[in-house]
């Protein structure tokens, strides 16, 4: 669960270091917000596919980390 919340942080600090120098250049934050995102929207069916599945499976890795963690962390009380 760890490396879930550091991986979302990580991408909330980066977003918000994208958008602030954005805004800095003159651009308002719709536009700034609108550069953040508008790589995804260029994006293919076949790369958001991928995109996805490797970010489905890295929650699913984390979440079964923390569930076998929590079950041996049970077993053993």
């Known amino acids: 669960m760890k490396i879930l919340g ?3 942080l990580m991408m909330a600090c980066l977003m ?8 800095i250049q003159g651009n308002d934050f719709s536009q700034a917000l609108y ?3 508008n790589p995804f929207r260029v994006m293919e069916v076949s790369e958001l596919f991928v995109l ?3 970010l489905s ?10 569930i076998k963690k929590k079950s041996k962390a ?4």
């Open 74 to 77: 049970t077993n053993q009380s």
């Open 52 to 54: 996805f599945f490797l």
């Open 35 to 37: 550069k953040a995102i």
């Open 57 to 66: 499976l890295f929650v699913a890795e984390s979440l079964y980390l923390y």
């Open 16 to 23: 918000g270091f994208s958008l602030s120098i954005d805004i």
């Open 6 to 8: 550091i991986s979302l």
